[in-house]
């Protein structure tokens, strides 16, 4: 095995860190895939810390190499991926947070840029479908423990157990396209998810996850979802907490690691327009492993949809 010659290696801990140590850039023209931080956790309803998971999963990531050993992918290889910095936000105001985030979504949309990002709370997600599903509503594959459609909390609209809730008002997302996955724990009234079995959503609680095994709640997934535009977002309290403590509302009873790898290496082949990791918490876990499986999982979510956007620019080549 040939290794790197020492004037052309950077080692993990050089440099300054850069999301999967792509390089750094504030321009939208050559990006085929940007990604992206979100520093806000102002929807939180538990736990704060979420709006230092960026920076955190920044770092991180520097332990990424450049190819996926299992799939084969190498992303930076594959597209023109680029670290595009933080997304704008208004710590003081979640009303202001929202717009701030749909309009520079909206932008990296308009520019043809697929984003997969680094939250924040799970309120951010739907921002980021407001600015890039305005011209056609997205199918949904969802890692969580919890179903985040519930209405208004304390008269908030936009907190993280409601995103996907006001994505479906806004014509953003298509409830019968959506899978989610993971979803356990107590609540305060049995039918506090009610809005998801209401309008078509498939919920795969984790009493079903076990029973269906990993390979058949892949396979589910992508029946939901269809040939269709579809987003992949991951909250790490769908893992379980001995993996990942450091997040603001946690249950115990979820997957592992490792079957979360394998779930979002099973999506690959999906018409995939972006993707977010949410929830990391870095002051509830010192030990910096939450933010290592954050970074990790979103390697996973950049190889799959890497994968898809070359897919479709071959595909357009091969057309003309």
Known sequence: ???????????????????????????????EIGLIGIPYDGGVTNRAG??????????MSSFMRRANQTSGIAPLDLCRVYDLGDAPTNPFSVEKTVELISGFYRKLHDAGVIPISAGGDHSVSFPVMKGIGFDRPLGMVHFDAHCD??????????????????????????????????????????????????????VITMDEFYEM???????EARR???DGPTYITFDVD??????TPGTGTPEIGGFSTYEAQRMVRGLRGLNLVGGDVVEVAPP???????????????????????????SRRNDRQAAE
């Open 149 to 202: 459609t519930c209405d208004d909390f304390m008269d908030e609209k936009f907190h993280h157990g409601a995103p996907f809730r006001r994505a479906v008002e806004s014509g953003v997302l298509d409830p019968k396209r959506c899978v989610q996955i993971g979803i356990r724990g107590s609540l305060p009234t049995t039918d506090f998810w009610q809005f998801s079995y209401d309008t078509g959503m498939r």
């Open 50 to 59: 979420a709006r230092h998971g960026p920076r955190e999963i920044r770092n």
């Open 284 to 310: 509830a876990d010192p030990t910096g492993n939450t933010a290592l499986v954050g970074a990790t999982i979103m390697f996973e979510i950049l190889c799959v949809t890497a994968d898809a956007v070359a």
């Open 238 to 243: 769908g893992i379980d907490p001995t993996f």
């Open 1 to 31: 095995m040939m290794t790197p010659a020492h004037t052309d290696y950077e080692f993990p801990y050089m440099e300054v860190a850069t999301f999967m140590r792509a390089p750094l850039s504030r321009e939208f023209s050559d990006a």
């Open 213 to 219: 095994g990993v390979d058949a709640v892949i396979q």
């Open 224 to 226: 939901v979802v269809g």
